[in-house]
């Protein structure tokens, strides 16, 4: 059975002090209720990172995550850092082509294969970011253009090297604008995402993938979103700052 996860980019907010708060409200929170989801996973700033792992270990569900790698595992790359040191600090997984990366770092789909391979090499989970412009759904292009970023930057990969990639959709118009997908939306592009891993890899992989909504996901609209039947949970931005918020999406399955 596929996971259901719940994924908070914190992108770049939070002190340490804050970043540390934030993570004791939440396995305080989960500590005292119930929920169905399988993994929640902490995508925080590099500075939080080892001390936000060590915090994890105290709640199974737990995992934490980089918001990006590079493509090598060392070398003169200055303010970089790589998977190699993102799993030493005990960080389990990496968000890999995020589309503030793609937008403002010029990150494409060869580069992005590199950095979900150097990932998988060095133990880590990916979780692929896809996701298309207005003007691309507009011109009803958007179903081809997310499985040609998949297919560009994840079809190399074996089926054993699959079982560690967890697809984020996320449309660029829908990420911090408050514009969420409808339902119907999100259940169709993540339906097509599924029949683009079956042609690639079979139903096996197509069935087990986890396939997460990004955009303006909150506390009001997780449940509607998640009740789709190919939406297997979320990454969530804004609302993964505030405790409470991030804790009712948990609870939303
Ligand atoms: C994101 O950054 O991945 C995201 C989904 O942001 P928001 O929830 O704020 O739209």
Known sequence: ?????????????????????LTNEIIDGLKNSQHQCDQVILCTPFLHLQKVSELCNEEYVLHTAAQNCHTEN???????????????????????????????????NSMLAKKVDIALANQLTVVFCCGESLEIRNAGNHIAFVNEQIES???????????????????????????????????????????????????????????????SCNAQNAKELFSQPDVDGGLIGGASLKAADFLTIIQSF
């Open 74 to 108: 060392s070398g003169a790359y200055t303010g970089e850092i790589s998977a190699f040191m993102i799993q030493s600090v005990g960080a389990t997984h990496v968000l890999v082509g995020h589309s503030e990366r793609r937008m403002y770092n010029a990150e494409n």
């Open 153 to 215: 930057s994840l079809f190399h990969l074996s089926k054993e090297a699959f079982k560690n990639i967890v697809i984020a959709y996320e449309p660029i118009w829908a990420i911090g604008t408050g514009l969420t997908a409808s339902k119907e939306q999100a259940q169709e592009m993540h339906f097509q995402i599924r029949a683009k891993l079956n042609s690639g890899y079979g139903e096996e992989i197509a069935n087990e993938t986890s396939i997460l909504y990004g955009g």
């Open 1 to 21: 059975m596929r996971k259901k996860i719940v994924a908070g980019n914190w992108k770049m907010n939070k002190t340490f002090a804050e970043g540390i708060t």
